[in-house]
Structures are given as C-alpha cells and as structure tokens.
C-alpha cells in the first residue's frame, strides 16, 4: 500500500471512530485499524462513507506502511495489557523517530514505563489524556499529551487543530510534560470530575429530599445557576437530565437505580494522593461514595432498620436554595483547589516542569469539567507562578469567603435532615483545617510518642528538632527513628 495518511489510529470504538472523523474534517489522512475487521467495514461504510482521505487497513503491516514517516500511530484502545500488546505488535514494524501515541486512560506509571523502554528502541512516545466523550472527540476534546518531548512538534498542528478552543480561541491542547506527566493531568482532571459530579449530586439530593422540591423545578433551578458563577458543562447537563421525560412524560431521571459505576481513575488519584500525603479529601470522599451507592440491597435491608431523624424543612425555601448555589460553588472551588494541591506535589516528587496555568486552560473547553472559572484559575497561576493553592488567589479567597456561612447552614440542615452530604462536608472540614493555625495534631505526636517512642518537636523549639519523653517513668529514653511513610 501507498504510504500517504498523516497519521493512524487503531480502535475504532466511538470515541476512536469520531477522533478519526475530526482530524479528517481539519484535512488530515487517517488510517484506520480494528481487531474485528468487521467494526472496520461498519465504520467506512457508515460514518466514513465517501471520505477518500480515511484509509482502512485490515491487517497491523497493511496499516503500517500506509503512514508518512515519520509514522504516527494513535491507540485507542482499553488501558493495561491490551495497549502493551499492541506495542509490541507495532514495534518490529516500526523506525527510530516513528511515534506512537496512546491516548486512552493510561495509569500514568505505566506510560512512564513505556515511554522509557520505547526511548530505548528508538521510538517517540505520547500518552495522552483526552476528556469530552464521544461530542469532544468529534468536536473538539481538551487533549494533555505528555511523554517524549521530541515527539510533540510532529503532532502539535493535528491535536491542536483538532482539539477544543477557549473563548479567546487559544487551543485546549498544549504540551504538559515528561513521562506520564500527561495522563497524570487526565487522572487529576477524572478525579476533579468525581468530586463536582458528587456535590452536584449532594445539592439534588438535598433540594429534592430535603425541602421537596419536584425534579422539573430543580431543572429550572439549574438551569438558571447555570447563568451564574456555577456556569460549567456538568451544571449545564443537570438541567438538561432533570428536564428529561420518559415516555409516560415522567421524570427519567427518577427511574435510574442510584447505584453509580467508575472505571478506575478517580481510584487511581485517591491511591496516589495518599502516596503523596496530599489530602484530597472531596475527591476520595465522591470515590467511596459512588463505593457506598453500589451497596443497593444493603442499602434498602438497612432503610428499614434504622429510623431517619424526625426532621423536615421549615424555613425559607427560596433563601436555602441560593445557599445550596453559595455552597455548591465553595466546594466546587475546593475540588479544584485539592486538584491542583496533588498536581504540584506529583511534579515535585517525579521532578516534572509543569505550568499549572497551562493546565487550567487545557481544561476550559472540550472536557468534562470546563468551567466558567477555569479562567480564573488560569489568571491566578499567571499572577503567581509559586502560589501554594488556589485558596490563597485573592479571587478564589474572596468568593469562599463570601460562600463560608452558607456552606456552613447547608451542611448543618444537611445532617440534621439525616440527608447524607460527604462532599460538601468533607470540603468544609478541609478548608477549616487548612484555615486553621492549630489543628489537634499535637495530642496524636503525643500519642505516637507514649506508645511507639516516635518523637514530636516542639513549639519552643525550631522545627526539625525532635523530643522523646519517657511518659511512664519505665520506658526508658531510647526514641524510635523520624521517617515518614
């Protein structure tokens, strides 16, 4: 076969179908290839029909010598062993300089593994994070390559081309950085996902159990938070969901079994941010919570054992609306706060160059989380390079500040109505810990000291000096060594 396509793409799944579809339509010549060539002959007869420059391949060498050099293969298919099988199928196939790109869901360690080994072979490596589902894909997706650098001038011009655009039309797509510094970004992004699909969630659920209001008039009221500064993708489709009606014109929305599913990668941040000692508190508490959703049959065996507080909603139903808005929009802030906390605590432990800035706009168009302050994050870290977190930005001080008392009052009725809201709760606590020059810390040093002879320093001391007490007079005063895990 001619070699003549700009690049190629194996798996022809939605997203990996309507990827092919968008570069095509920006003037590229893809290559296309599938396990099943039956899904290949479905696509080029359905959604490819008449396009001359989508070339199908039917066998791995077929589509190989189908590329311009130097070749650029793009793999769209389920993360682990199947993504390392079908490198080493392509490898022996392959020049020094040619790439190859795996734009799925990757756990970053195993793009930094295959980043390396490829490097050693001679072959250019980018994981990718690709966010805005099967839309973005086709209209533009935010897109976080990260790997071999010397591989990203070959394929700027097709994933910015191709990827989503700001407000000012600045792509949605830029270099994040070395190893799996790409698919890194991807997870944190999935993780900040959970965490807003979660409070969203919470404020339903509060508004709806809580104070009763029916699911069309939450879609209105969605509908207009969606105007405010709440203004995002996941906001705008609540309103759109809590509007839909099955066909006896119910709700649909009320019909769904409340047990929620996950693929891995708002797990895989929890795991690693306690790796890192970054406490993302929201993000972990909206994983076990979609983790306590699964627990259905428990769940309803357990309704009818133990009897809810003897509490309803007696107060202003207006006013406690916008306070749920105030609150919402607080701990959405703390989410990405959390977010970018484990961001710069990954690149300081793998020795990553990250520009967080950079990453908030790669994030303002295409993916799941875009959202109306995602520019304002952008101009935080453009203002102050260094800044530690997003709660120390005079914006982002300023609208939690404003938000704090409302949070407060939501969170409160929330438990006394008995109505869970581990989100919103967990995001408070947070902030008043990280807000709060004391924490209660000393008693457990004391109490690691008493039992383990672990040490603590002490406030009259400078820090890094370390005490042992003998706190039973028959201990002795021989002190375990400072290491922390």
């Not at 077929?62 to 062993?81: D, I, N, T, Y």
């Not at 008392?405 to 967990?426: M, N």
Request: aromatic fraction near 10%; include cysteine.
């Amino acid at each position: 076969m001619k070699a003549k396509s700009d690049i190629g793409l194996v798996g022809l799944a939605v997203m990996g179908q309507n990827l092919v579809l968008n570069m095509n339509d920006h003037g590229y010549a893809v290559s296309v290839f599938n396990r099943t060539p039956a899904k290949t002959e479905e696509f080029m007869k359905g959604p490819a029909a008449g396009r001359e420059t989508i070339t199908a391949a039917y066998d791995i060498e077929e589509f190989v010598a189908s590329l311009k050099q130097p070749r650029r293969v793009m793999l769209m298919v389920k993360a682990g062993h199947v993504v390392d099988n079908f490198i080493s199928m392509l490898v022996p196939l392959l020049d020094p300089g040619d790439i190859i790109i795996d734009g799925g869901n990757s756990h970053f360690p195993d793009t930094t593994r295959r980043t390396h080994d490829l490097g050693q072979k001679g072959l250019l490596y980018i994981g990718t994070g690709v966010s805005g589902g099967e839309e973005g894909a086709r209209h533009g997706p935010s897109i976080m390559p990260g790997g071999s650098r010397k591989a990203w001038p070959a394929v700027k011009n097709i994933f910015q081309s191709i990827s989503a655009k700001t407000p000012d039309g600045a792509p949605c797509c830029d270099w994040v950085g070395p190893d799996g510094a790409g698919h890194y970004v991807k997870m944190i992004h999935n993780g900040i996902e959970y965490g807003d699909m979660q409070l969203i969630a919470e404020a339903y659920h509060l508004l709806h159990k809580g104070c009763g209001i029916p699911t069309e008039e939450l879609g209105d009221i969605f509908e207009q938070w969606n105007k405010t500064e709440l203004e995002s993708f996941l906001i705008e489709i609540t309103a759109e969901i809590l509007k839909f009606k099955d066909t006896d014109g119910s709700p649909l929305v009320e019909r769904i079994l409340d047990a929620a599913g996950q693929k891995g990668t708002g797990k895989w941040t929890g795991i690693n941010a306690l790796e890192l000692g970054v406490p993302v508190t929201l993000i972990v508490e909206a994983v076990f919570a979609r983790a306590l959703s699964a627990h259905k049959d428990e769940r309803v065996q357990a309704s009818h054992q133990f009897e809810a507080p003897n509490a309803h909603f007696t107060g202003n139903r207006d006013a406690f609306v916008e306070k749920v808005r105030q609150a919402l929009y607080a701990a959405k802030i703390v989410s990405y706060a959390q977010g970018f906390m484990q961001i710069r605590e990954a690149a300081h432990e793998n020795h990553w160059t990250l520009d967080f800035g950079s990453i908030a706009q790669l994030w303002r168009g295409g993916c799941i989380i875009r959202s109306r302050f995602l520019g304002e994050i952008t101009k935080a870290f453009e203002d102050n390079p260094k800044l530690k977190n997003l709660l120390l930005a005079p914006f982002f001080q300023n609208a939690v500040q404003n938000a704090a008392q409302a949070w407060r009052d939501v969170v409160a009725e929330a438990v006394r109505l008995g109505i869970p809201v581990p989100a919103f709760a967990s995001a408070l606590s947070f902030f008043d810990g990280y807000r709060s020059a004391t924490l209660p810390a000393n008693i457990i040093q004391a109490q690691r000291d008493y039992f383990g002879a672990h040490t603590y320093e002490r406030t009259d001391h400078p820090r890094g000096e370390f005490f042992h007490t003998n706190w039973t007079g028959s201990g002795g005063n021989v002190s375990a060594g400072t290491y922390n895990a």
